[in-house]
């Protein structure tokens, strides 16, 4: 069973930064495409951002400009960079590991809370 796990949330000031670790027990995180996914409270979860196996990212228009989604193939951990947070950032932020079409695997999630 594929494990994986967020962390680095927590609370930050707007304008301020975090950044999230996405890990898992899946070796070679290199290979699979991995994507951050944010869950505002009462709100249906929605894509932040996605570094695919070839390292091609993309992100959701909201984010664009403000966080960078990163791997790190020795440390088997994909982050997201979060700069200029503004309090609509607040939420629960999980990560997917899709390692095929049909076979994916979320964490448990880890909350930000943007609020001065």
């Known amino acids: 069973q594929v494990e994986v796990v967020e962390s680095g949330g927590g609370l930050v000031q707007p304008g301020g930064s975090l950044t999230l670790s996405c890990t898992t027990t899946?070796?070679?995180?290199?290979?699979?495409?991995v994507t951050w996914y944010h869950q505002a409270p009462g709100k249906r979860r929605e894509l932040v951002a996605t570094?695919?196996?070839?390292?091609?990212?993309t992100y959701s228009d909201s984010v664009t400009g403000r966080f960078t989604i990163s791997r790190d193939d020795a440390k088997n951990t994909v982050s997201l960079r979060m700069n200029n947070l503004k309090p609509e950032d607040t939420g629960d932020y999980y990560c997917?590991?899709?390692?095929?079409?049909?076979?994916?695997?979320w964490g448990p999630g880890t909350r930000v809370t943007v609020s001065s």
């Open positions: 997917n590991v899709q390692l095929g079409v049909h076979d994916a695997y």
């Open positions: 899946a070796r070679y995180i290199s290979i699979y495409d």
């Open positions: 570094i695919f196996s070839s390292s091609r990212t």
